[in-house]
């Protein structure tokens, strides 16, 4: 409802943002002397009646989108039944109408970054909205925009380590007979729980090693101090994916990044909007209705209540199954363990090099053959966080398999580096995905799944019983039932000696087997010393 | 030159921001609302002791100004404003809103008296350190109570508790010492120093639709778990009342649950409790009579008010 005498750009959409969600709205709170000071007026949402933070979270993305950020691509489909779609041009692109509730990905991802407090990186062309997008966050924070504004770093080749983090008080440096009395005049920007990093690719390269300091373990050191940050969501800019700012952006903090979301274009229908904002001097980061920001308590609670929807063990399997795929590489060693791209990168060949040399496996059907390295456990921390985000957003009980495809390929983005020579790009209709980063991603998912599906793994996992058994735990478990076990898996790897081809989850089962026989053979070492 | 007041300053640090957010909610007056800003807003940011940053202040009253609909109407609220706006510029996002909010509520409540309100507030005000807007809010909401909103006995009741005593006896609008165990027992008890429980009329409650009543027939009553509720039709509502005021909200439907008083009613309109009686002619053609503790409700044929009858002191 709006409030007498306000404009469309204080409407926040009515709750619920998703009908028939999990959880259902909050009860009406209890008639308090407090209700005789609550709405219709105010200014910070006290009035507005208590809602679940997962519906909070929606009403922030529907005001973004209906009155920020001018994004109407709904690029994060989701399906509720069947979902038409056309083919157009010669190319046959395809367009799909969702007929599910689906999403703009440069607002859902900040929006997500926000709620889990992890780090995005938005890249585009100058003047589609990174800056203005992650201000937004900023005021969703409840900081005043100037707060905000005068908050953000802005990348530029002289920005020092001191402009970053703080300056050492003058009298003190003249005073101090020891470092350790030197006090620092600390940035405000380090206590804010949004933080942007303009342009980031503009830093010199020892100010990046300062940020990465603060980005991974929360803290900056100046002059032997120390400063502890809050837990953060970081917003960085660049206009060039490909780190071709003025300094190249350092591999450890690229790393860093959890996830990368593109300004899309604008969309010339759109233009009667500009002119409305341009005519009317509106600015939309000075109109967000308070309903939709978050206090520090909310904004902590949110993140917890995010940490705390499950994975089912469906889901987890099927992320497994995916990762699995990518880190062999048989020819880099020869110890079975060493067979992977970290080694040939570590001996400084190129993993393409080496893989074009192998012939037992088909390069086009093996997944892992489209990309230079293999997951690492940072990426798979960022997925399950904002796949469990988005569960939360999308008022879920529990990660979906739906929800885990709609982000993988916006936290792989710039983690999974593809073999731009691997065939698999010259195979018709794939030449599109040696520049759409997020759709080879997507695809190389959902290949992953149907190999899932049609080794029926969720019906005949050898590898998962065995692991599951294990589980249960060794107390009281005698030595032949031991022996039996340990039999199983040798059994089960003479098997695959026999019949199978190493593609990478089948190498990860491998030494999954052997982690386990190893377990069975030092506790039999111990039953049979055991007086 | 001039030196700028605190307002003055903030509007024009905030100038850009202030137009697009007057054209944003496409106010029709400006020169009204211009007017609105120096007559009203301006007085209270310059009341306020923000000389350091005005801002704040400023852009909280300046939004609830966009929102408050008929300027006219906020008058007595921004008048009141500035005489908290040491409480104002202590809590700019808390102390505005709710202030202004609560005078909304007190003039819709049929029993709400929102000019004695602002006056009981005021006085609260003098005693009450700018530092401390919390026990200025609580104490408005014991004074909101005794000003007519049943509805925040329990809670009034509550944080009246931890008012201090001279405080609290300018909320309930007294100088003697307040029995709180008394008005909890008691919802028709005076605040002042209690005198002999007699039976009489305390209050009645509701109207015709026809003049501004929720009732478009004359109710009946019941009383279920200690509540009571009247019915018109298919139509319920649930009555809080008690000796500041009354409430009717709509509900679904009444619970059905039991209720017994000390009170009844005879033929002819004799109210008794076993002690002593009272006489009420009106009631001798009662519709429906319910009970609860030493309180008894009636309704008639011939009006649309229902009557309570209680033994209380005052």
Known sequence: MLVEGTGPYQHVSQAPTLPGGAHPAAEAEEFDVAALYAGPLGTDGAGARALPLDEKLRQAYFWIVNHAIISPHYDVEFAEGPSPSVTLGDSKARLTLPSGQSYSSFVLIPLLTFAVRRRCLLVGGPGRGKTASAILMGVLAGYPLREVRRAMQHGHPQLTIADLLGTPLPADLIKAERIGDIDIAWRSWLSMRVKIVDEYNRIPTRTQSALLTLMSDGYAEVFDQIYEATDSAWYLTANDDGGGGTYQVIEALRDRIDVVVHALQFNSRFLGELVTRIEQRLRPEELVPPEIVFSAAEHERVSAEILRVPLPVGVRRRLEFFAAQFELLESAGEQFEYRTKDTAKLAGVDPHLLAATETGRDRIADLGAQSLNGLSVRALQSVISYAKALAYFRDREEVGLDDLRAVLPFVLHDKLVPDDDSPAFDEPGHRPYRTDRVSWIRQLFDRACAEYDRLDLDVDDPVGALLAEFDHGLDGLGEAEVTARLARIEGLLAEWARDRKLYGHVYDDALALKYLHQRYVNYRAWLRWRP | ?314
């Open chain 2, 1 to 314: 030159m001039a030196t700028l007041t605190p307002f003055q300053r903030a509007l024009a640090a905030g100038r850009d921001r202030y137009n697009a957010r007057y054209r944003q909610a496409r106010r029709r007056d400006p020169a009204a609302f211009l007017a609105h800003l120096r007559d009203r807003v301006g007085p209270v940011v310059d009341a306020a002791g923000v000389e350091a940053d005005p801002v704040p202040l400023t852009d909280v009253l300046v939004e609830l100004s966009l929102q408050v609909g008929e300027l006219d109407r906020a008058e007595a609220g921004f008048a009141l404003l500035r005489e908290l706006a040491p409480f104002a510029g202590v809590a700019p996002r808390r102390v505005p809103a709710a202030v202004l909010n609560a005078l909304r509520h007190l003039a819709d409540s049929p029993t709400g008296d929102p000019v004695a309100w602002s006056a009981t507030v005021v006085e609260l005000a003098a005693r009450i350190p700018a530092r401390d807007p919390d026990t200025l809010l609580a104490a408005g909401g014991v004074a909101a109570w005794r000003h007519g909103l049943a509805r925040l006995r329990p809670s009034a009741l509550a944080r009246a508790a931890a008012l201090r005593p001279d405080l609290l006896g300018i909320a309930l609008g007294t100088t003697s010492t307040v029995d709180l165990s008394a008005l909890a027992a008691d919802p028709w008890a005076s605040p002042a120093a209690a005198g002999r429980p007699r039976l009489q009329v305390v209050r009645r409650v509701g109207a015709f639709t026809g003049f501004g009543g929720a009732f478009r027939r004359p109710p009946l009553i019941h009383a279920a778990e200690g509540r009571w509720y009247a019915t018109v039709d298919e139509q319920t509502w649930e009555i809080t009342t008690d000796r500041f005021g009354h409430a009717l909200r709509r509900v679904a439907e009444a619970p059905t649950g039991p209720a017994t008083g000390d009170l009844t009613l005879r033929p002819g309109g004799r109210v008794v409790d076993g002690r002593d009686a009272l006489d009420v002619p009106e009631l001798a053609t009662a519709t429906s009579v319910a009970a609860v503790g030493a309180t008894l409700a009636a309704t008639t044929t011939f009006s649309h008010s229902i009557v309570f009858v209680a033994r209380t002191t005052g």
